[in-house]
């Protein structure tokens, strides 16, 4: 396995909240049978702003890595602390419709066969 750090104390102690750039905290690269695994951790990801461009800098990164080392990207794994939507917040009257609308979905789902129904999962609310 090979892994790599993003943090460089000379640069990276600031007292700023945010200072500008993703919170990558870790990578790391797995050589499996299958090819290999990349593995990133992010401490906050900002969704909407940056994880689309993020997220393709990585399949790009590890992309590379599998090139050099002669073998096949087998996956892309991504784990996330704490996901931000920076703008909008979760009483934003903008996602009332998109609320609303889970639940009947879910239901939907879940209803023609009580037996495949996923154990733990929980409707926040019920359809009015």
């Known amino acids: 396995m090979f892994q790599a750090t993003t943090f460089d104390p000379a640069r990276d102690h600031t007292a700023s909240a945010l200072i500008g750039f993703p919170c990558l905290q870790h990578v790391s690269f797995v050589p499996t049978a299958a090819g290999l695994v990349a593995n990133a951790f992010y401490a906050t990801q900002q969704l909407f702003d940056r994880a689309y461009g993020n997220y393709l800098g990585l399949a790009q990164l590890a992309a590379f890595m599998a090139h050099e080392m002669k073998i096949p990207l087998a996956r892309l794994n991504v784990t996330v602390g704490v996901a931000k939507l920076e703008r909008i917040s979760k009483s934003d009257p903008a996602l009332k ?19 495949r129904a996923m154990p733990g999962l929980i409707l926040a609310a019920q359809p009015a």
């Open 97 to 115: 419709p998109l609320i609303a609308a889970r639940v009947p979905a879910l239901s939907r789902l879940l209803r023609p066969n009580r037996s």
